[in-house]
């Protein structure tokens, strides 16, 4: 299993990023899919889930309304569109599925 994220950056407050997720080696359309964050010193939180085929969604409270997952099967890949952007955002982003794998993770820094 590989997961690579994508997307991550420097932007300020207000802004928006995509973040991607590409996946190999399972069967992608069978599995449900997550974002989590880490910032500095704190513990790694789920940010947000889609079921297999999409119908199923889930966010953190505090990004409800700003971050929008969705998932292409025909790609393999899952997205996380973020907008209006606060600096309580900045965290190492991760791409999760099975609960085990993870991806590397993408800087995301939210300053001005």
């Known amino acids: 299993v590989q997961l690579v994220e994508s997307g991550g950056g420097l932007v300020q407050p207000g802004g928006s990023l995509r973040l991607s997720c590409a996946a190999s080696?399972?069967?992608?359309?069978?599995?449900?899919m997550s974002w989590y964050r880490q910032a500095p010193g704190k513990e790694r939180e789920l940010v947000a889930a889609i079921s297999d085929a999409g119908r199923g969604i889930n966010y953190l409270d505090s990004v409800k309304g700003r971050f929008t997952i969705s998932r292409d099967n025909a790609k393999n890949t899952v997205y996380l569109q973020m907008n209006s952007l606060k600096p309580e955002d900045t965290a190492v982003y991760y791409c999760n599925t099975q609960y085990r794998y993870w991806g590397q993770g993408t800087q995301v820094t939210v300053s001005s």
């Open positions: 080696g399972f069967t992608f359309s069978r599995y449900a």
